[in-house]
């Protein structure tokens, strides 16, 4: 919002001496972000003076350019009281006209210094000015030329222009959308300074009695109020007044024409957005509904818009005219010959209107301030104002009549303790002032022995809403740098929580082991699903949707972290890493199923029940743990060859997590997207699944532009923290020597080294200190279907030297289990 500093002192008595930079520094105090402070004429500097055209003689050159000699009236301006010749190519101005004249000394926009110099044969002691090169506007087609009565010659130009003008921009929060008008700033000023404020809205509007124009609103939700008058006699060649040009101007707007002009003047300064409909073109009577199915319409921009029945448009007997309170249509359009004006000012829903800006792609000054919430009360006035300003400026006759359908929403009533601002800001602020500043504000507060106020916010401030709103109101007023600065008292807490010190544990771990952690969004749409290859019907597509996505593309929260992870992995590996060790925690959400969350007030803690219920509509949210290995996991060199990541590395990663928490896991073999289904293992802990480990599948590395064989882990980790220990026992060590024992087993090609494992495990009982796998072997001296698979088996006792027969038996005992567990065949 732009605001000139003269329109805002016009409606508040602010003090002489109030400079700019107090009244941008009180603003900012109060909640109006200062954007900058602007001039027009910032890059101009003098003798900047009205002249008058006393002679123009054409003169045509030999390249086939005219150019024109003129003699200027410049006043006193030069020192000597004689015309000034200047020459100039721009031909839109006669002898007699009043011009902008720059003379020698004077700097334009850009650092373009003016000096005497010969050109076209003459001596050209100055320039002529367009408004472009000005740096006031876009138009270089020809000379600004000044209304006759704008001065006399040699006057100053930089006050007759407002080029002396100081434009204070704020950058406005929706919250505050009444600031989006000099009545707001203005408003803020006055509370800031504690002086008067003239309300521009205080004004007598004439009795309704609904003969201005018929109007038919259908849905009164979107559309509460609606004011229309009708002006006639119009005259549209008349130009805009300066002062509401150069107003709408440097609030940001073009001037397009005195009719146009006007309702932007009226909409900067009440903040109420009006349109204006050539009278002739409305067929009947005016409507205000939601779009049906088919309809368009075209808008003051030329573009046809298909309609959404969501779309609240104005209508008359042909159809949609216009997108309510976003953007008119071309069909009613006012133009060069209109003289007869329907004035449309009306109250529009936030939220409609938003919705509406935002299917359409379409933002406007009008559309901007309506998705915020206006003042439901300015409707009539700001029709009424046009109004007077049409008559005034325009020739225009006031028709008698004064339509108003609807009436304002009513503004709840807010109890509040008037000590409540004082014991939430740590300000000493009295109950006094609590009143004083709530009626500042412009609210209506009633007052109660019991030291409660009741508050009716005023009209257009649609955001307070809750006593809290109103501490907020008074507590800006008094200052924020008021607000005290303390320390908090130390907690006496407990350090950190048993799942906070196993988190950083894993953490830990996982870093040891040569991973690193990132960091992902955690959106999803169906295209990351669709890279994982997950099937139409798998569960993980099951999403929780996001009111308000980041992306249009992620509209979802996730429920694995696989997508973040890889995409981050193909990345590094594209920018050239040769390979990647990555690992993230975080949640994932799954719906709950039990029904939109409830939304209580903030004044009262909710009750149990209440909070169970709040509870239950939360999505399931576990915390997980997702890993990928992709490329090198040990480098070549000296030492020999490297090697890439595999599934084995995935699966080492969960074993040396889970024995870091003690937990024992199971791991068996599956077949789950986006893993390789002949590679892929999942991973339980007492029988109950916790996720899965192995070989991404070839088609999923190719989507995330990763290696083959690139290997990925997802698990639970909330289950597996659950199942972990807070004391994992040390190894235990022992003097007496190992006994050495290999056995290699015959299975079916289906059976999990894993499981013969397992079954070694419990079979050779206390004795055996570790088992590990060291070959696998296919061939010919086993038959088709069956592998072998060799173990080396170590044994140790703490308190002696174990005998032959006892490593043996111990041995014997591993076999059998496995024989009778996987059907294994000892070779």
């Given at each position: 919002m732009k605001a000139p500093v003269s329109w805002i002192r016009e409606l508040?008595?602010?003090?002489?001496?109030?400079?700019?930079?107090?009244?941008?520094?009180?603003?900012?105090?109060?909640?109006?972000?200062?954007?900058?402070?602007?001039?027009?004429?910032?890059?101009?500097?003098?003798?900047?003076?009205?002249?008058?055209?006393?002679?123009?003689?054409?003169?045509?050159?030999?390249?086939?350019?005219?150019?024109?000699?003129?003699?200027?009236?410049?006043?006193?301006?030069?020192?000597?009281?004689?015309?000034?010749?200047?020459?100039?190519?721009?031909?839109?101005?006669?002898?007699?006209?009043?011009?902008?004249?720059?003379?020698?000394?004077?700097?334009?926009?850009?650092?373009?210094?003016?000096?005497?110099?010969?050109?076209?044969?003459?001596?050209?002691?100055?320039?002529?000015?367009?408004?472009?090169?000005?740096?006031?506007?876009?138009?270089?087609?020809?000379?600004?030329?000044?209304?006759?009565?704008?001065?006399?010659?040699?006057?100053?130009?930089?006050?007759?222009?407002?080029?002396?003008?100081?434009?204070?921009?704020?950058?406005?929060?929706?919250?505050?959308?009444?600031?989006?008008?000099?009545?707001?700033?203005?408003?803020?000023?006055?509370?800031?300074?504690?002086?008067?404020?003239?309300?521009?809205?205080?004004r007598e509007v004439p009795a309704v009695d609904g003969a201005a124009w018929q109007v038919d609103v259908e849905d009164t939700v979107g559309c509460p109020v609606f004011a229309a008058r009708l002006v006639s006699g119009f005259d549209p060649a008349r130009p805009t007044p300066e002062v509401i040009k150069q107003r709408v101007e440097q609030a940001g707007m073009r001037s397009i024409s005195l009719a146009v002009d006007i309702t932007n003047y009226v909409m900067l300064e009440l903040g109420q957005p009006i349109h204006g409909y050539d009278a002739d073109k409305v067929v009947g009577a005016l409507g205000v509904r939601r779009a049906r199915d088919g309809e368009r319409v075209t808008t003051l921009d030329d573009t046809d818009r298909e309609l959404s029945t969501e779309d609240l448009v104005i209508t008359?007997?042909?159809?949609?005219?216009?997108?309510?309170?976003?953007?008119?249509?071309?069909?009613?359009?006012?133009?060069?010959?209109?003289?007869?004006?329907?004035?449309?000012?009306?109250?529009?829903?936030?939220?409609?209107m938003f919705r509406t800006g935002k299917r359409h792609r379409l933002s406007s000054e009008a559309g901007k301030r309506n998705e915020r919430g206006v003042d439901p009360l300015l409707p009539g006035v700001a029709a009424d104002r046009v109004v007077e300003l049409l008559v005034e400026h325009g020739g225009a006759t006031a028709e008698p009549g004064f339509t108003l359908v609807g009436t304002a929403p009513q503004r709840p009533t807010i109890t509040i303790e008037t000590g409540l601002?004082?014991?939430?800001?740590?300000?000493?602020?009295?109950?006094?002032?609590?009143?004083?500043?709530?009626?500042?504000?412009?609210?209506?507060?009633?007052?109660?022995?019991?030291?409660?106020?009741?508050?009716?916010?005023?009209?257009?401030?649609?955001?307070?809403?809750?006593?809290?709103?109103?501490?907020?109101?008074?507590?800006?007023?008094?200052?924020?740098?008021?607000?005290?600065?303390?320390?908090?008292?130390?907690?006496?807490?407990?350090?950190?929580?048993?799942?906070?010190?196993?988190?950083?544990?894993?953490?830990?771990?996982?870093?040891?082991?040569?991973?690193?952690?990132?960091?992902?969004?955690?959106?999803?749409?169906?295209?990351?699903?669709?890279?994982?290859?997950?099937?139409?019907?798998?569960?993980?597509?099951?999403?929780?949707?996001?009111?308000?996505?980041?992306?249009?593309?992620?509209?979802?929260?996730?429920?694995?972290?696989?997508?973040?992870?890889?995409?981050?992995?193909?990345?590094?590996?594209?920018?050239?890493?040769?390979?990647?060790?990555?690992?993230?925690?975080?949640?994932?959400a799954f719906p709950s199923d039990s029904g939109p969350a409830p939304i209580y007030g903030v004044h009262t803690r909710p009750s149990e029940a209440e909070l169970e219920k709040l509870f239950e509509s939360l999505p399931i949210q576990p915390q997980h743990l997702a890993v990928v290995l992709a490329g090198e996991r040990t480098r070549p060199g000296w030492w020999g060859a490297g090697a890439d990541a595999a599934w084995s590395d995935a699966l080492a990663v969960v074993r040396r997590l889970a024995g870091e928490l003690g937990v024992t896991v199971q791991v068996t073999g599956a077949?789950?997207?986006?893993?390789?289904?002949?590679?892929?293992?999942?991973?339980?802990?007492?029988?109950?699944?916790?996720?899965?480990?192995?070989?991404?599948?070839?088609?999923?590395?190719?989507?995330?532009?990763?290696?083959?064989?690139?290997?990925?882990?997802e698990i639970d980790l909330d289950a597996l923290i659950a199942a972990s220990v807070d004391v994992t026992p040390g190894p235990v060590f022992s003097t007496m020597p190992l006994a050495k024992e290999d056995v290699a087993l015959v299975v079916d090609a289906a059976v999990p080294a894993a499981l013969v494992e397992a079954a070694l495990r419990e079979g050779a009982g206390e004795l055996l200190e570790s088992v590990r796998l060291f070959d696998v072997y296919v061939g010919e001296q086993i038959e088709e279907g069956r592998k072998s698979l060799a173990f080396a088996l170590r044994f140790r006792a703490p308190d002696r030297t174990l005998t032959d027969a006892e490593t043996g038996a111990a041995r014997d005992a591993a076999v059998a289990a496995a024989a009778e567990r996987t059907g294994a065949v000892q070779r």
């Open positions: 508040v008595e602010l003090p002489a001496d109030v400079t700019t930079e107090a009244l941008t520094d009180r603003l900012t105090a109060l909640g109006l972000k200062l954007e900058g402070i602007q001039s027009a004429g910032a890059d101009l500097q003098g003798p900047l003076v009205v002249g008058k055209v006393l002679t123009k003689d054409p003169e045509p050159q030999k390249n086939g350019k005219v150019i024109n000699w003129c003699t200027v009236d410049v006043g006193d301006a030069n020192g000597t009281g004689e015309p000034q010749g200047i020459v100039c190519g721009a031909h839109n101005f006669e002898p007699g006209d009043l011009v902008v004249v720059v003379l020698p000394g004077g700097v334009l926009p850009g650092g373009f210094e003016i000096s005497a110099r010969k050109t076209y044969g003459h001596v050209s002691s100055g320039m002529i000015c367009s408004v472009s090169e000005l740096g006031i506007g876009e138009d270089h087609d020809g000379i600004l030329v000044l209304p006759a009565d704008a001065g006399r010659p040699g006057d100053d130009v930089f006050s007759l222009l407002g080029l002396d003008e100081e434009i204070i921009e704020f950058e406005i929060n929706p919250d505050r959308a009444y600031a989006l008008s000099l009545r707001g700033v203005a408003r803020e000023a006055a509370l800031g300074f504690g002086v008067p404020f003239l309300d521009p809205a205080e008359d007997d042909s159809g949609p005219i216009g997108l309510a309170g976003v953007m008119g249509g071309a069909t009613t359009e006012m133009s060069e010959a209109t003289t007869r004006i329907l004035i449309e000012a009306a109250h529009w829903d936030a939220t409609s601002p004082a014991r939430l800001s740590g300000i000493d602020i009295s109950a006094m002032t609590t009143v004083e500043h709530l009626r500042a504000i412009g609210a209506t507060v009633t007052e109660h022995e019991s030291g409660a106020v009741e508050v009716v916010p005023p009209s257009w401030r649609p955001d307070v809403n809750e006593p809290y709103d109103l501490v907020e109101e008074v507590v800006r007023i008094v200052g924020y740098d008021q607000v005290p600065s303390i320390l908090p008292r130390r907690a006496t807490g407990r350090g950190l929580t048993r799942t906070q010190r196993l988190r950083r544990r894993i953490g830990r771990t996982l870093a040891g082991s040569g991973l690193v952690e990132v960091v992902s969004f955690p959106f999803v749409g169906e295209a990351s699903f669709d890279k994982l290859g997950l099937a139409a019907d798998d569960p993980l597509r099951t999403t929780v949707g996001l009111a308000n996505p980041l992306s249009s593309e992620e509209p979802s929260y996730t429920t694995t972290l696989l997508p973040g992870l890889l995409e981050a992995a193909g990345r590094n590996i594209g920018r050239g890493a040769t390979g990647v060790a990555l690992f993230e925690t975080g949640t994932v077949a789950r997207m986006p893993w390789h289904p002949g590679r892929c293992a999942v991973i339980s802990i007492d029988g109950v699944e916790i996720g899965h480990a192995g070989e991404l599948h070839p088609g999923v590395c190719t989507s995330f532009g990763l290696p083959k064989r690139s290997a990925a882990v």
